[in-house]
């Protein structure tokens, strides 16, 4: 099974942007789903992350902003972005820890600009 990501881009501070993750198969005991992000020069943080119950937690820096949502249906998650500032200007990364392994994407640059 591998993870798609999609929907990064150029956006203006302030503006928004959804990014998504398809997975191409079916993962067996998902036990959360996650984003993470790494920007030049930085480690990779956890952004956001939803649990298989559906709890969500999210990093101070994006609190209020961000949105991560599932569709169990279509094995998608997304992130919903909105009131960008320059500082999320990374490589944004999808996680799904299932019940055997971690799976990762290949990243999606979001770039903000000033």
């Known amino acids: 099974v591998q993870l798609q990501a999609s929907g990064g881009g150029l956006v203006r501070t302030g503006g928004s942007l959804r990014l998504s993750c398809a997975a191409s198969?079916?993962?067996?005991?998902?036990?959360?789903r996650a984003w993470y992000r790494q920007a030049p020069g930085k480690q990779r943080e956890l952004v956001a992350v939803?649990?298989?119950?559906?709890?969500?937690n999210y990093a101070d820096s994006v609190k209020g902003r961000f949105t991560i949502s599932r569709d169990n249906s279509e094995n998608t998650m997304y992130l919903q972005m909105n009131s960008l500032k320059p500082e999320d200007t990374a490589v944004y990364y999808c996680?799904?820890?299932?019940?055997?392994?971690?799976?990762w994407g290949q990243g999606t640059l979001v770039t903000v600009s000033s």
């Open positions: 996680n799904v820890v299932g019940a055997f392994r971690v799976y």
């Open positions: 198969g079916s993962i067996n005991g998902i036990n959360a």
């Open positions: 939803i649990t298989s119950g559906g709890s969500t």
